[in-house]
């Protein structure tokens, strides 16, 4: 059974917002689940000063009320006193958190997960240990407080980033601010749909006449007073400003507000909202533009848009670049003029509600998606309970059944962490780098089918299935991916190393090459794609950090998932030392050398391009490295000056890098390898101006670049490089800045920064 602790800045009962959507879409989603839900704490000592009455404490610990689809008492609200200010009683937070532990220990908690939304829950984090999630949905580092306040709240800020299991924010611009310390997820809010596709009356306490809508607290942090109350007087007499929710405002701003003509209803139960905001004539955002208010993601975006009402606001995130239909953006100074404009249209329209359901976007995201989003969180936080048991890393990778640069990244990180496990989809022992023999690997049920060992690509449509059943156990997973492996289910945390995000995908045509309209490969994609950009977008999402081997890359993840990645660039590994074994097809080559592709031999390679501009240079020489679907096509119109080989061993390698006079690059690819290789032998390239050979071809250092994958431009290319002087040294140089070595320490630091979090 788990059992969480949700720290709250919102009272239950109060107007409804992300802690009690997200609360109870989670009791109804998991039977076993338990909750006890702390809110702010009374403070009986000011309430009684503002309102001069006698003080009172809060109401303690009461079982929570009853929810639809959530049976016996497994809600709990606590609403513990905080009788002294911070700035008196030292031992505040202390208290509090001992409210919190006995409450727990009184509902029969034994270990549960701390889900802290208010900063001041790093004392109880701090106090029992609990596993921590850290659920951000205000900067109020941002907020306007004292230099003690917001000392304090930079010091319990920085205690929950460091040592929370799993740091959630709301909006995009927290997810820019935060990630810069820590790995963050960004769960945003929405509504519930449902609740406004009921009939409801008009609220019996609504004025009569037009009425412009306020819905959310009322407090400084966010709304401009000033504002609100001009707003108020420029409907005097036309329409009615109503707030609904709570309005904690010193009692001069509360006066001036109502003085204007604003009304203050005060909180309502959840469960009227929606009628309120379906009977409105015109909905308001008055808040104040700051660096705070532009640092959320307000729940009110999504329940104005779904009660389908004209909305006015200031230009504050959330709405000045949210795509609303009916709204409008208004800076402060027109706002007051902007409302009344919409309030006129409303009545001049004489828009009537009535009891037919008002037009709900269908796109507004829902709780429900939320809700799962979340539901991952927690129960990575639950599984880290057992941390200290797992091995602390594994390794997982697509599969291991060709020769190529993903796999060499594999064995670098096999170097980083010579201890761990590989977790894979498929083994061919003998079609990948026979290093893999030395290490531990785990395949899935796919590999029992001997036929896809030896044609991965036949198994595209099972190696969703096939990642989910693998299930690597360590404090973290280390994730080489093309496509695959970040499905992996894992018991830790997990950085996915992203090579590129799935061509078949993302690069569709690209992938299928010249593949006929009715290809059955194309078929085939057509029908599994939209079922595994789901899958895809789900797997990629649901890691705690991310890395790409290029800056393309880097882009491509961005455009993919959303994902800000991290660049690491991928390693070259072909060593310069080793034995160095003659190509017997070559050997006749040798003096003089020769032009090298090294490539698998696929439709977006461009290997046919290069060889028709060798076709037309028949005093120029040119070996092809490779194996692929494109092999027999290739070596059929193979002019006599362009050999093939495949299948060599890394000594054989190392005497082809070590001939050739330069490499020829010519492939949209999203990360540059075998310029690196050739460079680590003082061998220039001539590479396609795109792509990841951006980050790895230096310029009139280590190569040259033509623009476009033609023949033309390839021979032209070649003539030119030619015509250069090159450092052999130089080269060197450049390839010793991607050495294995600097990609395994730059890995383990991201290892250490996630296992330290």
Not at 274 to 290: E, G, I, N
Not at 364 to 370: H, K, L
Not at 542 to 566: K, W
Request: hydrophobic share 50%.
């Amino acid at each position: 059974m788990t059992e969480l602790v949700v720290l709250s800045l919102e009272a239950w009962d109060e107007v409804w917002r992300r802690n009690q959507h997200l609360v109870a879409g989670l009791l109804r989603a998991d039977p076993d689940l338990r909750v006890l839900f702390v809110e702010p704490a009374a403070d009986p000592v000011y309430a009684a000063l503002r309102a001069r009455v006698l003080p009172r404490s809060g109401v303690g610990l009461r079982r929570g009320p009853r929810l639809p689809e959530v049976d016996g008492d497994r809600l709990w609200l606590l609403q513990p006193t905080k009788w002294l200010p911070r700035k008196v009683d030292s031992r505040a937070d202390a208290r509090l958190a001992g409210a919190v532990v006995a409450a727990a220990r009184e509902v029969g908690f034994s270990d549960p997960v701390l889900w802290v939304n208010d900063p001041a829950g790093a004392g109880t984090l701090a106090a029992t240990g609990w596993r921590a999630l850290y659920d951000i949905t205000d900067d109020w580092l941002l907020a306007p407080r004292t230099p003690a306040e917001h000392a304090r709240l930079v010091a319990d800020e920085a205690m929950l980033l460091a040592r929370s299991v799993e740091v959630v924010v709301c909006s995009p611009a927290l997810a820019a601010s935060k990630a810069a310390t820590r790995p963050v997820r960004l769960v945003p809010n929405a509504v519930d749909l449902a609740a406004y596709q009921r009939d409801s009356a008009r609220p019996a306490d609504l004025p009569d006449g037009a009425v412009a809508l306020y819905v959310g607290t009322v407090h400084t942090d966010r709304m401009d007073l000033d504002l609100l109350a001009a707003t108020a007087r420029a409907l005097a007499g036309t329409a009615s400003v109503v707030c609904v929710g709570p309005a904690p405002l010193a009692p001069t701003d509360a006066t001036a507000v109502t003085a204007a003509g604003v009304r203050l209803l005060g909180p309502r139960p959840a469960e009227t909202i929606p009628a309120y905001l379906r009977h409105a004539d015109v909905l308001v955002v008055p808040h104040a533009v700051t660096p705070f208010t532009d640092s959320l993601d307000p729940i009110k975006r999504y329940e104005y848009q779904a009660a389908g009402r004209p909305v006015v606001a200031t230009p504050v995130a959330g709405f000045a670049d949210s795509g609303m239909q009916r709204l409008t953006v208004a800076a402060r100074a027109d706002f007051p003029a902007a409302v009344a404009v919409a309030v006129a249209a409303a009545v001049a329209a004489e828009f009537e509600v009535t009891q037919a359901l008002p037009p709900v976007d269908a796109s507004v995201p829902t709780w429900a998606e939320r809700v799962d989003a979340m539901s991952a969180v927690v129960n990575t936080v639950v599984a880290s309970r057992d941390s200290r048991r797992r091995p602390p890393v594994a390794i997982a990778h697509d599969y291991l059944t060709q020769r190529g640069g993903a796999e060499r990244v594999v064995l670098a990180m096999l170097t980083a962490f010579p201890d761990a496990t590989v977790y894979t989809t498929l083994y061919d022992p003998a079609g990948t780098y026979p290093e893999f023999a030395e290490a531990r690997i785990v395949t899935s049920p796919l590999d029992r089918i001997g036929a896809l060992r030896r044609h991965h690509r036949a198994a595209l449509p099972l190696l969703a299935w096939g990642t989910g059943r693998l299930h690597p156990d360590a404090d973290i997973v280390v994730v080489s991916s093309s496509g695959w492996a970040h499905g992996v289910r894992s018991t830790g945390r997990r950085i996915v190393y992203c090579h590129a995000p799935a061509r078949w995908l993302y690069q569709t045509e690209a992938y299928l090459g010249a593949a006929g309209r009715w290809a059955p490969a194309r078929l085939g994609l057509a029908t599994l794609r939209p079922a595994l950009l789901r899958w895809d977008r789900r797997a990629a999402r649901s890691a705690d950090r991310y890395l790409a081997n290029s800056r393309v890359v880097r882009d491509r993840v961005r455009a993919a998932y959303g994902i800000d990645a991290t660049v690491l660039p991928a390693p070259h590994a072909v060593g310069t030392e080793g034995q160095r074994e003659p190509v017997a097809t070559l050997t006749d080559w040798a003096e003089g050398g020769f032009h090298l592709i090294v490539s698998r031999l696929l439709p977006y390679k461009n290997v046919d391009v290069v060889a028709a501009a060798f076709a037309g240079m028949p005093s120029r020489r040119l070996v092809v490295v490779g194996d692929g679907p494109g092999r027999a096509a290739l070596a059929r119109d193979l002019p006599g000056n362009v050999r093939l080989v495949s299948g060599l061993r890394d000594a054989q390698l190392r005497w082809v890098y070590a001939q050739a006079r330069a490499l020829v690059a010519p492939s949209l690819e999203d990360y540059g390898l075998t310029p690196l290789e050739a460079a680590a032998f003082g061998v220039p390239t001539l590479a396609l101006e795109a792509g990841g050979y951006l980050d790895t071809v230096a310029p009139g250092v280590s190569g040259l670049f033509f623009p476009e994958p033609t023949p033309a431009a390839v021979a032209e290319a070649v003539e030119a490089g030619e015509r250069h002087t090159w450092s052999a040294e130089a080269i060197r140089a450049h390839a010793a800045l991607f050495s294995a070595e600097v990609f395994v320490a730059a890995l383990r630091a991201h290892v250490d920064a996630l296992r330290s979090t």
